[in-house]
């Protein structure tokens, strides 16, 4: 895809503003083969200043949660819906998002997940093409079609929401542990469980 390398954003100038507050653009991270893709809404500061998705307080709430539920960060794929940073870390715009659109559906489509978890309001309602209320739907795993191909996609709260919400802890963690059960674990066995 134009402006790609891969499953990495190299160029893109889609939106003025981004293009403006961002200081590199900060592309997935994680096997390439991953069996879950983490979604994300767009990246914050310590993300911005690192390339790397998910690295600042959240990303170490969800490296702790993926650990309890016995995954390694560098098991799972993690990205975003929007690749560069928003001004002042506001919610990334509904045409923002359709820009980097493409750049997500062609990284679904390669890594070709057993399920896409999505982080938190933003990424659920891209994904899903609706209004989600995430903390009653998190652990909900919905088949959505995803550039025609169908996908399994499991909502779930962002991890930053356990850090203002503590009670939010345990519906992140049941969440992540319905998303392992889509990993392929170590015995080589994809645990679909009902699905
Ligand atoms: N929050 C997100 O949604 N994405 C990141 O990469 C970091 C924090």
Do not use: W
């Amino acid at each position: 895809m134009e402006g790609m390398d891969g499953l990495d954003v190299v160029a893109c100038e889609r939106c003025p503003e981004l293009c403006e507050s961002r200081s590199r653009i900060v592309n997935g991270a994680g096997p390439a083969d991953a069996d879950l893709l983490f979604v994300g809404e767009a990246p914050g500061a310590n993300e911005d200043e690192q390339g790397e998705p998910f690295v600042g307080r959240s990303g170490d709430v969800l490296d702790e949660t993926l650990r309890e539920v016995g995954l390694d960060r560098g098991d799972v794929r993690i990205t975003n819906c929007v690749r560069c940073r928003p001004p002042d870390n506001r919610d990334p715009h509904v045409e923002e998002r359709a820009h980097c659109r493409p750049y997500l559906e062609h990284e679904i489509d390669a890594v070709d997940p057993a399920v896409v978890v999505t982080l938190g309001k933003v990424p659920a309602e891209h994904l899903l093409e609706r209004d989600v209320a995430v903390t009653g739907e998190a652990g909900e795993v919905y088949d959505v079609p995803i550039e025609g191909t169908p996908r399994r996609v499991l909502v779930s709260v962002h991890p930053a929401a356990t850090l203002y919400d503590p009670s939010q802890k345990e519906t992140f963690g049941s969440a992540l542990e319905t998303a392992a059960e889509f990993s392929d674990g170590e015995s080589g066995q994809k645990r679909l469980g009902d699905f």
